[in-house]
Nanobody
Framework: QVQLVESGGGLVQAGGSLRLSCAAS????????IGWYRQAPGKQRDLVAV???????NYADSVKGRFTISGDNAKSTVTLQMGSLKPEDSAVYYC???????????????????WGQGTQVTVSS
């Protein structure tokens, strides 16, 4: 089993910055990709940014140029640096990871999605 533990978030004024971090832990796994989604009240959960094991990144159009995602493969962690924050960035942010776990026998691995517990980001105007 793999767990995702998030940290960061909180309350910030518009134009400010925040940093979110997420660490994956468990036994015998590798991270295929890891990133962040967010969900505002009454809205669906949407992708914010994701980074692959090879370092390829993808951002939602709404955050391009303001947010930066970075990953550490050795530590299985991801950081989302958020800048020039706007009130519309307010939401619960969830860490998401596509993880491969390994086990004896055939085929010897399984891929599945994992979610963190979520962390609140509130941007005041």
């Amino acid at each position: 089993q793999v767990q995702l533990v998030e940290s960061g978030g909180g309350l910030v004024q518009a134009g400010g910055s925040l940093r979110l971090s997420c660490a994956a832990s468990g036994s015998t796994f590798s991270v295929n990709s890891i990133g962040w989604y967010r969900q505002a009240p009454g809205k669906q959960r949407d992708l914010v940014a994701v980074i692959s094991r090879g370092g390829i990144t993808n951002y939602a159009d709404s955050v391009k140029g303001r947010f930066t995602i970075s990953g550490d493969n050795a530590k299985s962690t991801v950081t989302l640096q958020m800048g020039s924050l706007k009130p519309e960035d307010s939401a619960v942010y969830y860490c998401n990871a596509d993880i491969r776990t390994y086990y004896p026998g055939s085929p010897g691995f399984a891929d599945r999605q994992y979610w963190g517990q979520g962390t609140q980001v509130t941007v005041s105007s």
